[in-house]
Nanobody, 124 residues
Framework: QVELVEFGGGVVQPGDSLRLSCTLSGIMWDIHYMAWFRRAPGQERVIVAGISRDGFSTYYSDSVKGRFTVSRDNARNTIDLQMNNLGPGDTAVYYC?????????????????WGQGTLVTVSS
C-alpha cells in the first residue's frame, strides 16, 4: 500500500504565503505523476498543480498560475506546494495525490492514492 500525508496548512491573512508538504511511504516503485488538489467549501475537488517524476514537467490551474510552485524530492519521498499571495478564494482543504502513470491527468478519478488533506484558511 502507498500512504500519503500532508502537513503545513493553517490560518493566514490575504497576501500571506504558506508551504505545504506531502510525504509518501510504502511500496512506491510504480508511482510516477503526482498532483495537488483542493476542495473549497461547497465546491468539487479540483487540481491545482501537478509534477512529473523527474520534476521537469509541471502543470498549474489558471487560478493559481504565477502564485503557486510545485516541487518534489524523490530521495526524501516528498512533494511540496509553495503558495504565495494567498486570497480568500484559496481557502480549501488541500490534498496530495499520486497515480501509476507518467502522463498528466486533471480529473480526480485518475488518481488512486490520496492524502487525508490539510486545511488552509485565508481571512482578514
Amino acid at each position: 500500500q502507498v500512504e500519503l500525508v500532508e502537513f503545513g496548512g493553517g490560518v493566514v491573512q490575504p497576501g500571506d504565503s504558506l508551504r505545504l508538504s506531502c510525504t509518501l511511504s510504502g511500496i512506491m516503485w510504480d508511482i510516477h505523476y503526482m498532483a495537488w488538489f483542493r476542495r473549497a467549501p461547497g465546491q468539487e475537488r479540483v487540481i491545482v498543480a501537478g509534477i512529473s517524476r523527474d520534476g521537469f514537467s509541471t502543470y498549474y490551474s489558471d487560478s493559481v498560475k504565477g502564485r503557486f510552485t510545485v516541487s518534489r524530492d524523490n530521495a526524501r519521498n516528498t512533494i511540496d506546494l509553495q503558495m504565495n499571495n494567498l486570497g480568500p478564494g484559496d481557502t480549501a482543504v488541500y490534498y496530495c495525490a499520486a497515480r501509476r502513470s507518467t502522463i498528466l491527468a486533471t480529473a480526480e478519478n485518475e488518481y488512486h492514492f490520496w492524502g487525508q488533506g490539510t486545511l488552509v484558511t485565508v481571512s482578514s
